[in-house]
């Protein structure tokens, strides 16, 4: 995995002055065993769940609805099944997944074969870690799912969630605002894609609140990054509106 983030990293600066944008490139991560093996299990209960309403498309926080940690503040299963278990939802969610990444599994079948009413996507955070794209390259990738989505899933409505705040550095909260700002623009108005900001929901008197993180009480702490089961239910309880008006 090391190996493959240098990699993008290094390509970075010579995508622009080649006029292609990584963000938006189908980049797979096939070498990681454990990436095809989650990517296969994905496909796996698209087959066994060919009736779902929900599609839920994203990096580790959308893979995190499945947690159920065992210490209550990262218990978040629970919040997955009060709100989506009704619909036969799915979670496609992989763990450092980039624009790019999820591209590729579109072009490779993610969705192949299902029909949801409504999909979310959750996308981006990892654009501004390693890899270190900022919203220049990151708002046309995540314009890129979005198509590619529209694309294979025609019938779909799609909520598309602003990337998250965290606690990580001025540059990424300055990147993370600067996408959220720009795709709040684009998509607005736009009757397939509905675009929706839950920064809020995640903040405290402006600023994100860590209480409502699983990194920083892991051993040792991380960065905030990932909402804990509080967190979690209030962006499930935020869009909820929008979800009960799509999914059907």
């Not at 299990?41 to 087959?47: P, S």
Request: proline share 7%.
């Amino acid at each position: 995995m090391k190996r493959l983030l240098l990699a993008l990293c290094l390509l970075a600066p010579l995508s622009a002055h080649a006029g292609v944008n990584l963000a938006e490139a189908p980049i797979g991560r096939t070498s990681l065993p454990w990436w095809q093996a989650r990517f296969t299990q994905t496909l796996e209960q698209a087959k066994a769940n060919p009736n779902a309403k929900i599609i839920w498309l994203g990096d580790s926080i959308t893979y995190y609805w499945q947690r159920h940690g065992g210490h209550g503040y990262d218990d978040i299963l629970p919040v997955w099944n009060h709100y989506y278990a009704p619909y036969a939802a799915l979670d496609f969610g992989i763990i450092g997944d980039t624009t790019s990444s999820l591209i590729w599994r579109l072009d490779h079948g993610q969705v192949a074969g299902l029909h949801p009413s409504l999909t979310i996507i959750l996308i981006g955070a990892n654009n501004f870690g390693r890899v270190h794209w900022d919203a220049t390259m990151t708002v046309p990738g995540i314009e890129a799912v979005v198509t590619n989505t529209r694309h294979r899933l025609p019938g779909s409505h799609i909520i598309l969630l602003g990337v998250l705040p965290s606690i990580r550095s001025p540059w990424v909260d300055a990147q993370t605002t600067a996408t959220n700002a720009a795709l709040a623009r684009h998509y607005a108005g736009n009757p397939n894609v509905t675009f929706i900001d839950v920064s809020r929901v995640l903040q405290k008197n402006g600023k994100t609140d860590a209480s409502l993180y699983v990194d920083p009480r892991l051993t040792p702490p991380e960065p905030a990054l990932h909402p804990n089961a509080t967190g979690m239910a209030r962006i499930a309880a935020f869009i909820q509106p929008e979800v009960e008006k799509y999914a059907r």
